[in-house]
């Protein structure tokens, strides 16, 4: 561990991935590619201890993720925990299996906040790119957030494929109730990756989007915020990973393994630890996962000298192994990593509109079927490309 990170904080965010089970199969899931090797979950009790014991160390705020946490038929039963604990909960959603039912359910079980995905505005883009015949649930399930009293941040992952959709993005959210809208821009991470030729926007696409949603900021001042998280590829700069590798943040996988961001576990060489054999507490401040990048003393150059060290802290360690084959190098989204060639090449490819060297492949669960092209998904509608 470095002299700058010799005493982490606490864990302030406990993010709780339930499951990597999921009804949708998105273009752009950052579930891993190979989630379907990773089918062991935590039981019930085990999900109780570590909410227990990341509540003791400091935690605050729980995220409820997956997958689609709602398939786990104990969501209820931790969801109570965790308010017993005091935490403040968030259930991030497909909407998937939020019937009236399992709605009261968590309502009286303490939840206080509900973050939905729509995938688009309308119900053939929103279908096509989560692979499913949805949209008609998801605008149900929007209803009942709003029956039940909830905070509603409606979040939608933005890219190629809908990015020129904001106007009526916002409309729908707006129609909704919603108080928060994330128009999260896809980072190219897991099925985003694989998929990035045909989902990273081009920097026109950019300009207009960003330009589109301050309007709309103007305009619903005071009834409903609007986040726009661009892209890394398309930002002058990297930022911190999770606001610093290991310095508030914690997600815990289906299986159990503590990770200091939910992609984590692609890197090479690194000792996660899993809490069915060690305690919170110790997986935070003692792993090697947890303290091999936490501070500036691991850096090498250009990032040990630079000026902005402290303020990014080197950027995304995931995306320097992805772009750099080196998970202790720059963030090629920074101008001064010698890799930083394939993020310009990327945005050069997708401005001049270079058809992709592959069909658009679906998250599946199925191991032996890891990819499933777009021409045997329900097809594009017409009109979008």
Known sequence: ?????????????????????????????????????????????DWLR???????????????SGGEPLLRDDLEVLVAEARRLGYYTNLLTSGVGLSEARAAALKAAGLDHVQLSFQDSTRELNDFLSHTKTFDLKRKVAGLIKANGWPMVLNVVIHRLNIDHIDRIVEMAEAMGAEYLELANTQYYAWARENRAHLLPTREQMRKAEAATEAWRRKLDGRMRIFFVAPDYHEAAPKKCVNGWGSMFMT?????????CHTARMLPGLAFPNLRETSVR?????????????GTGWMKEPCSSCEHKER????????????????????????KSPAHGEVLEAVRRADAGEPPAQPLVFRDPKASRRFVAADDALSLPQGHN
């Open 1 to 45: 561990m470095s002299a700058t990170a010799a005493l982490p904080g606490p864990p302030l965010w406990l993010l709780a991935e339930l499951t990597y089970r999921c009804p949708l199969h998105c273009a752009f899931c950052y579930n891993p590619v190979d989630f379907a090797g990773h089918a062991d979950e935590l039981p019930t009790e």
């Open 50 to 64: 570590v909410l227990r014991e990341a509540r003791e160390l400091g935690a605050v705020q729980c995220g409820f």
């Open 252 to 260: 815990v996988a289906p299986d159990g393994t503590a990770l200091p």
């Open 282 to 294: 110790s997986a935070w401040r003692d792993s090697e996962g947890f303290n091999r990048y936490r």
């Open 312 to 335: 990014d802290l080197g950027g995304c360690r995931c995306q320097a192994y992805m772009l750099a084959h080196d998970a202790a190098a720059a963030d090629p989204v920074c101008a």
